[in-house]
T-cell receptor, first 114, second 110 residues
Framework: DAGVTQSPTHLIKTRGQQVTLRCSPK?????VSWYQQALGQGPQFIFQ???????QRGNFPDRFSGHQFPNYSSELNVNALLLGDSALYLC?????????????FGSGTRLTVV | DAKTTQPPSMDCAEGRAANLPCNHS???????VYWYRQIHSQGPQYIIH???NNETNEMASLIITEDRKSSTLILPHATLRDTAVYYC???????????FGTGTSLTVIP
């Protein structure tokens, strides 16, 4: 049973560029959340998607946007990259209505902005 | 907005029990305590969760104080593979997001 799959695993971008990160949730899960983890810090919630809509958002600027597709997979887009956007981006999936069981996290995408 | 306080680091001898404390003094009645761990920049891995009763699974035990203001994660026989950052998280039953703090970096020593 495949867990959460994220691509790419590593990415290097130049300041000002745009980036798209991808996530396939665990089989049977319908909700995808994105987290940003800076070096030495705990993950910070970006937003959550369910039924192809953004349901909740953390304290992140509009440069961060997302999308969820009918097959529950998701994309995270970041525009006008800043050096401070360098981080590990984690995707977590869950089943709406069964959040009691927590999230399953992917291994993340390491984004470096130069 | 983390609602938990954990020591930044701890050491444990291999084969001994690792006891990781967490303070969550502002926890409210409908909030669960979850524990995750993260090994060397991989994604966080679920360990255990509970509301007010002590819980045990194949990985660990969770002891929650009667007033629910603190809890302890117990790894009964720590191995080198348990070296990781451990996060204690308080989450309302109806909430969608986890608030991670900076966690406890556990080092298991041979």
């Amino acid at each position: 049973d495949a867990g959460v799959t994220q691509s790419p695993t590593h990415l290097i971008k130049t300041r000002g560029q745009q980036v798209t990160l991808r996530c396939s949730p665990k089989s049977g899960h319908d909700t995808v959340s994105w987290y940003q983890q800076a070096l030495g810090q705990g993950p910070q919630f970006i937003f959550q998607y369910y039924e192809e809509e953004e349901r909740q958002r953390g304290n992140f600027p509009d440069r961060f946007s997302g999308h969820q597709f009918p097959n529950y997979s998701s994309e995270l887009n970041v525009n006008a990259l800043l050096l401070g956007d360098s981080a590990l981006y984690l995707c977590a999936s869950s089943l709406q209505g069964a959040i009691y069981y927590g999230y399953t996290f992917g291994s993340g995408t390491r984004l470096t902005v130069v | 907005d983390a609602k938990t306080t954990q020591p930044p680091s701890m050491d444990c001898a291999e084969g001994r029990a690792a006891n990781l404390p967490c303070n969550h003094s502002t926890i409210s009645g409908n909030e669960y305590v979850y524990w995750y761990r993260q090994i060397h920049s991989q994604g966080p891995q679920y360990i255990i969760h509970g509301l007010k009763n002590n819980e045990t699974n194949e990985m660990a035990s969770l002891i929650i104080t009667e007033d629910r203001k603190s809890s302890t994660l117990i790894l009964p026989h720590a191995t080198l593979r348990d070296t990781a950052v451990y996060y204690c998280i308080v989450r309302p039953l109806t909430g969608n997001q986890f608030y991670f703090g900076t966690g406890t970096s556990l080092t298991v020593i041979p």
